[in-house]
């Protein structure tokens, strides 16, 4: 039997931020915000090197607030292709500081609602901002939507109510997906009854910091979505999340993290619920790594949780990144 061909997409752990890196089945990668300037130093770049993405296809910045734009060092990492922003690039903080690289050093667009691109076999659509721009940030956002045959996963960005309800009023039917990027971290502000109604997502991923001074995820936001039946994975709670599709059934995976049950409509399995260390290496692997079933048994050490390891003296594998915990997820639509 032939494996179809899959998409990725890694939540990244930037603590009070967001970050989304997407790759095509045949290695072309987006990557949708970077966290703060030092989480994209610390979690962003990294990752980056450690998957070998020496080019982005496309960097999307979804708005002008610090927690998003990652920092300049991002373009010394990988070379990048074409920029996003909502606005001039000019007025993006981090992009104002590039003006050293040379205006051919990448394209630079301003989508709006309506502008759609074809990327290897997915379609990325922008679905805000229309024109004129909000004058609140948050609601500059540029909110996408990427599908890949039958699945769709929906990027907010921080968007808030009056950008949800423009969109919705405009063609609530664009607003649909699968996967639901929760907007502005979970606030109360990004996310209410009839977002969710025009989204009807099966999952959410919330991007957050542990302990942020913000209380998000909010209560109010996380009953809504228990409301509505919607699985939601934390970034706060598992680390980095990845999540992988081929174009019918999802999978998704965490840091050394067991993942929350999936929603009963789902068929599930769960597997690799530990991480495995190389004793005389000190490095640790994903158990479906192909490096861990190298290891001999003998120095072979077994930990429940990526800060196990950590704490340890380990570092994750370049090649697998030391992700573990992965839970099939049949999409139930």
């Known amino acids: 039997m032939i494996e179809k061909e899959k998409i ?3 939540y990244l752990d930037v603590g009070q931020g967001d970050s989304e890196l997407i790759r095509t089945p045949h290695g072309q990668t987006i990557l ?4 703060s300037g030092s989480k994209c130093v610390q979690a962003v770049e990294p990752m980056l090197r450690n998957l070998g993405i020496a080019t982005l296809d496309l960097y999307v910045v979804s708005h002008n607030h610090a927690d998003h734009y990652g920092a300049s ?3 010394q990492t990988a070379a990048v292709k074409q920029v996003w922003t909502p606005e001039s690039a000019s007025e993006i903080t981090p992009l104002s500081l590039l003006a050293a690289l040379g205006d051919d050093a990448f394209e630079r667009l301003n989508p709006r609602a309506g502008y759609s691109a074809k990327l290897d076999g997915t379609l990325l659509e922008v679905l805000a901002p229309e024109n004129p721009l909000f004058s609140d940030e948050n609601d500059k956002s540029l909110v996408l939507r990427l ?3 039958n699945n769709r996963f929906l990027f907010p960005g921080d968007a808030e109510l009056d950008s949800w309800t423009q969109m919705k009023n405009r063609d609530r039917a664009l607003l649909e997906a699968d996967v639901l990027k929760v907007a502005h971290h979970g606030s109360r502000n990004g996310t209410n009854q009839a977002v969710l109604d025009c989204v009807s997502p099966d999952y959410a991923v919330i991007s957050c910091g542990r302990g942020n001074n913000y209380g998000h995820p909010h209560a109010e936001t996380l009953s809504l979505l228990s409301g509505a039946k ?3 994975f934390r970034t706060d709670e598992a680390g980095t999340i990845r999540c992988q599709s081929d174009g019918d059934v999802l999978r998704f995976f965490a840091e050394g993290t067991i993942l929350p049950s999936p929603i009963p409509s789902a068929t599930a399995s769960m597997v690799g619920d530990f991480l495995v260390g190389n004793k005389s290496s000190l490095v640790f692997h994903s158990p479906s790594c192909r490096y861990a079933s190298q290891i001999s048994e003998q120095n072979r ?3 429940a949780s990526r800060a196990e390891a950590v704490m340890s003296g380990y570092h994750a594998c370049f090649v697998c990144g030391g ?10 639509r």
Do not use: C, M
């Open 32 to 35: 949708i915000d970077a966290g």
């Open 73 to 75: 060092s991002l373009f």
């Open 8 to 10: 990725t997409i890694d």
């Open 230 to 232: 919607v699985q939601v």
């Open 301 to 303: 050490q077994s930990f």
């Open 323 to 332: 992700i573990a915990s992965e839970v099939k997820i049949a999409a139930p």
């Open 147 to 149: 599908t890949y045959q």
